[in-house]
């Protein structure tokens, strides 16, 4: 286990290195810059002070390893459309609203999906399992953002119960949050359904049946147990990619999250901070799937995860 955390942390930090050459190259292959005419009408003069200013007249290595090594330090740099701050303090102050209204969301819809699924599968066939089959497909394959204008449609047109955007106030996190738990509910049915009927038409079900064990202690002591393997390596990785802000909830919503500086970022070509936004990802996808993978060995002993037994 132990070799195995060792390579995957260095896994880690080479996907880590690879991520920000390329998104360093895609960022500087795109045309014109940040300071172009057309965006910022200033002089040639002002416009290669203010180049020289951020270091954007250096070669293009130079400005990479540059970058890295403020990152290294935990410096990742000003961003140009916010100067005022550090992408640092940026990204702690946009992050909030994306981790709590993602976050919460996540916390609702996966166990309402696990329960969704279970139902299904010890229901086979049954009106419950074609409900619950089509709640999850509904949730899978209905775009969010669609799912964003019937919430606002419904409740905040027509009842009049809730506000349609915002972020301050707690009652304005309502909507966001039911909208970001549609996913993890769609999925977690799907994966729970899937998972759980395997487990179900396994011969040691059979045998814990032929011993006497109630159905109840075989489906949540055993089936559960081992039907969570599929179910553990969605949910981190689920949870970073909602936690980390929806475009296009948090513009429905108008939440000031990360998701409308990772459309400011590319508008105005923000490199410093379009290239934290994508370390940060990056990064945080490693990690999840990293625990994951721990939590699969410990769920299952018999995994060890590549080692040579």
Same mark, same amino acid.
């Given at each position: 286990?132990?070799?195995? !955390?060792?390579?995957? #942390?260095?896994? #880690?930090?080479?996907?880590?290195?690879?991520?920000?050459?390329? *998104?360093?190259?895609?960022? $500087?292959?795109?045309?014109?810059?940040?300071?172009?005419?057309?965006?910022?009408?200033?002089?040639?003069?002002?416009?290669?002070?203010?180049?020289?200013?951020?270091?954007?007249?250096?070669?293009? $290595? @130079?400005? +990479?390893?540059?970058?890295? &090594?403020?990152?290294? $330090?935990?410096?990742?740099?000003?961003?140009?459309?916010?100067?005022?701050?550090?992408?640092?303090?940026?990204?702690?102050?946009? &992050?909030?609203?994306?981790?709590?209204?993602?976050?919460?969301?996540?916390?609702?819809?996966?166990?309402?999906? @696990?329960?969704?699924?279970?139902?299904?599968?010890?229901?086979?066939?049954?009106? !419950?399992? +074609?409900?619950?089959?089509?709640?999850?497909?509904?949730?899978?394959?209905?775009? #969010?953002?669609?799912?964003?204008?019937?919430? *606002?449609? @419904?409740?905040?047109?027509?009842?009049?119960?809730?506000?349609?955007?915002? &972020? %301050?106030?707690?009652?304005?996190?309502?909507? %966001? @949050?039911?909208? +970001?738990?549609?996913? %993890?509910?769609?999925? +977690?049915?799907?994966?729970?359904?899937?998972?759980?009927?395997?487990?179900?038409?396994?011969?040691?079900?059979?045998?814990?049946?032929?011993?006497?064990?109630? =159905?109840?202690?075989?489906?949540?002591? $055993?089936?559960?147990?081992?039907?969570? !393997?599929?179910?553990?390596?969605?949910?981190?990785?689920?949870?970073?990619?909602?936690?980390?802000?929806?475009?296009?909830? =948090?513009?429905?919503?108008?939440?000031?999250?990360?998701?409308?500086?990772?459309?400011?970022?590319? =508008?105005?070509?923000?490199?410093?901070?379009?290239?934290?936004?994508?370390l940060l990802i990056t990064f945080m996808y490693c990690l999840a799937y990293l625990l994951s993978?721990?939590?699969?060995?410990?769920?299952?002993?018999?995994?060890?995860?590549?080692?040579? =037994?």
């Open positions: 286990m132990f070799a195995h !955390i060792i390579r995957r #942390v260095l896994s #880690v930090a080479f996907t880590f290195i690879v991520v920000s050459v390329i *998104i360093f190259l895609m960022m $500087h292959s795109v045309p014109g810059g940040p300071f172009d005419a057309n965006d910022m009408p200033v002089s040639a003069a002002v416009r290669e002070k203010m180049m020289a200013q951020w270091g954007l007249d250096q070669p293009l $290595h @130079i400005q +990479y390893f540059n970058y890295m &090594w403020g990152v290294l $330090h935990f410096d990742f740099g000003v961003p140009f459309q916010s100067p005022g701050e550090t992408v640092v303090q940026l990204i702690s102050r946009a &992050w909030i609203p994306s981790l709590v209204l993602g976050g919460t969301g996540v916390l609702i819809g996966a166990p309402l999906g @696990i329960l969704l699924g279970m139902a299904a599968a010890l229901n086979r066939n049954t009106w !419950i399992d +074609y409900l619950a089959s089509t709640v999850a497909t509904l949730g899978l394959t209905i775009p #969010v953002f669609v799912t964003s204008m019937l919430l *606002i449609l @419904i409740f905040a047109v027509w009842l009049n119960w809730l506000p349609a955007s915002g &972020w %301050p106030q707690p009652n304005r996190w309502i909507l %966001p @949050i039911a909208c +970001y738990a549609a996913i %993890p509910l769609a999925t +977690y049915a799907r994966y729970t359904r899937s998972a759980v009927l395997d487990t179900l038409n396994r011969p040691f079900v059979n045998v814990l049946r032929a011993k006497g064990l109630s =159905e109840r202690r075989i489906v949540f002591q $055993h089936v559960m147990r081992n039907s969570a !393997i599929p179910l553990v390596t969605v949910f981190l990785p689920m949870f970073i990619g909602t936690a980390t802000g929806s475009i296009f909830v =948090e513009a429905m919503f108008r939440v000031p999250g990360l998701g409308a500086y990772f459309v400011s970022s590319i =508008e105005v070509r923000d490199y410093t901070l379009q290239m934290a936004l994508m993978d721990i939590a699969y060995a410990l769920l299952n002993p018999r995994i060890r995860l590549g080692d040579s =037994e």
